[in-house]
């Protein structure tokens, strides 16, 4: 019988799609968002209209200029686990340090075990900029990231992404348009309000999980980046320079973040970009500390007070840990809450024999569950749904991209023009100075 704390998140999706359950796997329902979660995802590339793929975001609308990926060639369609990760420690060991390869906490355990640094996104930010005389950097994560390693590299390094339709439904809810309407808007209301310490009626600050023009955008309007892990910090430095924040594009860290500060939900309206003044009157925005978008994460959605409570009634012991894009609900109910760097360091420092039920993507509960064969750890969903994105991201897009660094040609690079990157940098080091 084989044994679940062995088992990789693809190889739960196979015994799942085909009607084989282990015991003990993550996955109790027999179900998966999807079944096309087992086919490889280039099958994904070549439908006509673009789309985020089978996962949690499936059915997030999808803007028509989201980049698409090329057709992968058949060798590696066709490749074998076994013959991929030979190639790829091949293509590694030719490259040596010209390149360095950087992997999402959210990506699939078949491609962060080739990643020369594992993290979240704060981390991985910083990670990208310790690496000076790399000549590539591999970004195995989603669009905004590598955006994020392009506008931090320095000038020569080319930074590349193995997916180019590795986006973010979430950073697709909050578009430049939009949110420099919602500036305008903001700003003609505040013209006439005056401060005697010097604080601007309004801070932009934007979630990591945003393109580079949304960055660009908080660079030039005096504002900042935050990540989960520091979240509390940029909004505090946010009140200090301003008397109020427009926090986009995830409602669900804002309203969570500022709460915990101490924030009256009353005093945080939601701005909906398709309504004047976001759905809000006058009163309403004057009167607000913290406006936020509304925007969301399909994957932490999903998780629910009932998947907690279900959680307790099952194991008395249980530490529920959650992600703070879950919903203001779900960080209520749960004992922590915290970012995926948190959620890892919680776990490791537990006493043996702890009991964990985690709120956040299936493929780090599954890897801390391997990770820690001395606790029990599981996924507050027990529906298999990684983020739709991520996992678009796959060994043999890595090879592929590896292989053409080897003969010299560099393929899915992602860059940003200096319009936007010189702002959007300033606003990424503001990040980058504010450690929680």
């Not at 990208?128 to 590299?153: N, S, Y």
Request: glycine residues 6%; contains cysteine; aromatic residues 6%.
């Amino acid at each position: 019988m084989t044994n679940p704390l062995t088992l990789s998140i693809d190889d739960e999706i196979q015994l799942i799609a085909s009607g084989v359950h282990a015991p003990g796997a993550v996955a109790s329902s027999g179900e998966t968002c999807a079944p096309e979660l087992a086919d490889g995802p280039w099958s994904i590339d070549v439908l006509p209209l673009p789309t985020y793929g089978p996962g949690a975001s499936m059915a997030d609308p999808i803007p028509a200029e989201t980049p698409r990926q090329g057709v992968l060639p058949e060798e590696y369609r066709l490749a074998s686990k076994a013959e991929l990760d030979q190639r790829i420690l091949a293509a590694k060991d030719t490259l040596g340090e010209r390149v360095v390869v950087l992997g999402h906490f959210y990506q699939r355990d078949e491609v962060v075990k080739y990643a020369d640094f594992v993290g979240d996104s704060f981390q991985l930010a910083n990670a990208a900029k310790t690496r000076p005389d790399a000549e590539a950097i591999v970004f195995c994560g989603v669009h905004f990231m590598a955006e994020t390693a392009d506008i931090l590299a320095q000038p020569e390094q080319r930074v590349i992404l193995p997916n180019l339709a590795a986006g973010c439904s979430m950073a697709d809810m909050a578009d430049i348009d939009s949110v420099e309407e919602a500036w305008e808007q903001l700003m003609e209301l505040y013209a006439d309000e005056t401060a005697d310490d010097g604080r601007a009626p309004i801070i932009p600050v934007t979630y990591m999980n945003s393109s580079a023009a949304l960055k660009g955008f908080c660079g030039r309007h005096g504002g900042i980046v935050c990540t989960s892990s520091n979240a509390a910090t940029v909004l505090q430095w946010a009140f200090e320079r301003g008397r109020r924040v427009l926090f986009f594009p995830d409602q669900h860290l804002g309203r969570n973040t500022a709460k915990a500060m101490g924030v009256p939900l009353e005093r945080m309206p939601m701005w909906n970009p398709r309504k004047p003044l976001g759905g809000n009157t006058d009163d309403e925005l004057l009167d607000a500390q913290v406006i936020l978008w509304h925007g969301f994460c399909s994957v932490h959605k999903r998780f629910s007070v009932a998947q907690i409570e279900r959680a307790r009634a099952e194991h008395p012991d249980v530490r529920v840990i959650v992600h703070p894009e879950c919903p203001m609900p779900v960080v209520d109910a749960a004992d922590e809450y915290g970012s995926t760097d948190y959620i890892v360091k919680a776990i490791g420092a537990a006493p043996a024999g702890s009991t964990f039920a985690i709120g956040t993507e299936i493929n780090l509960v599954q890897r801390l569950a391997n990770q820690y064969p001395q606790h029990r750890i599981f996924c507050l969903d027990d529906v298999i749904c990684p983020c739709s994105t991520m996992y678009r991201i796959h060994p043999g897009y890595l090879a592929w991209v590896l292989e053409e660094l080897v003969a010299g040609r560099v393929v899915n690079e992602i860059t940003v023009g200096d319009d936007v990157a010189v702002p959007a940098r300033v606003a990424l080091e503001r990040m980058l100075a504010a450690r929680p």
